[in-house]
């Protein structure tokens, strides 16, 4: 079994939409969690950063953790096609040991 | 602006060939990464160091060598052992062991090995 699983998509939505995106992992230690947009040929950006369970919001952008479940999600409101790229979720335990999820593919049709 | 720079970002080799891929970073960060990345696998380990002259093997070494001569830099040098080196070559930085912080990256260089 994978340490992290995130579904590749692809996703595509209507531009406005909310978008969720998921991840689930097996290890219970996982302490930090972080989402990355990755644009085509570019390096992954850095989105959102939580530490432990709930919620976290920035923008259009809510990072959301429930450890019990060993869940986590990233939600989009009011997509905009500049939110078509591939979305990655990682994780660690210790802060210097990352774990990823494969990515998903997002597309927001104008 | 602060960040991480690599370079080439496109590189070609022939076979039998060793290639250096540059990273160097002005963050001030302690720990830096190489990940490689190849379609529908994700992000996948090959060397990181926490502090200078010091590094560790990741998860897929093999093939692989780098040093940490100075705080800023952190080569890759994908040897001619490496059996299918072809792939995008991500290198992330982070403030260091101790801190809890999340990894920053450059924008990659894409290898194609011929």
């Known amino acids: 079994q994978k340490e992290v699983e995130q579904d590749p998509g692809p996703l595509s939505v209507p531009e406005g939409a909310i978008v969720s995106l998921n991840c689930t992992y097996s290890n219970s230690a996982f302490q930090y969690f972080m989402w990355y947009r990755q644009y085509s040929r570019k390096g992954p950006e850095l989105l959102m950063y939580t530490y432990s369970s709930g919620n976290k919001e920035d923008g259009r952008f809510t990072a959301q953790v429930d450890k019990s479940s060993k869940y986590i999600s990233l939600f989009i409101r009011d997509s905009q096609p500049s939110d078509s790229a591939t979305y990655l979720c990682?994780?660690?335990?210790?802060?210097?040991?990352?774990?990823f999820g494969t990515g998903t593919s997002l597309t927001v049709i104008p | 602006d602060g960040g991480i720079t690599q370079s080439p970002k496109y590189l070609f080799r022939k076979e039998g060939q060793n290639v250096t891929l540059s990273c160097e970073q002005n963050?001030?960060?302690?720990?830096m990464y190489w990940y490689r990345q190849d379609p529908g696998q994700g992000l996948r380990l090959i060397y990181y160091?926490?502090?200078?002259?010091?590094?560790q093997k990741g998860d897929i070494a093999e093939g692989y060598s780098v040093s940490r001569e100075k705080k800023e830099s952190f080569p890759l040098t994908v040897t001619s052992a490496q059996k299918n080196p072809t792939a995008f070559y991500l290198c992330?930085?982070?403030?260091?062991?101790?801190?809890?912080?999340?990894?920053?990256f450059g924008n990659g260089t894409r290898l194609t090995v011929t």
């Open positions: 992330a930085s982070s403030i260091g062991t101790g801190f809890n912080s999340p990894l920053h």
């Open positions: 990682a994780m660690s335990n210790t802060g210097n040991q990352f774990y």
């Open positions: 160091s926490q502090i200078v002259n010091d590094f």
């Open positions: 963050l001030n960060h302690d720990a």
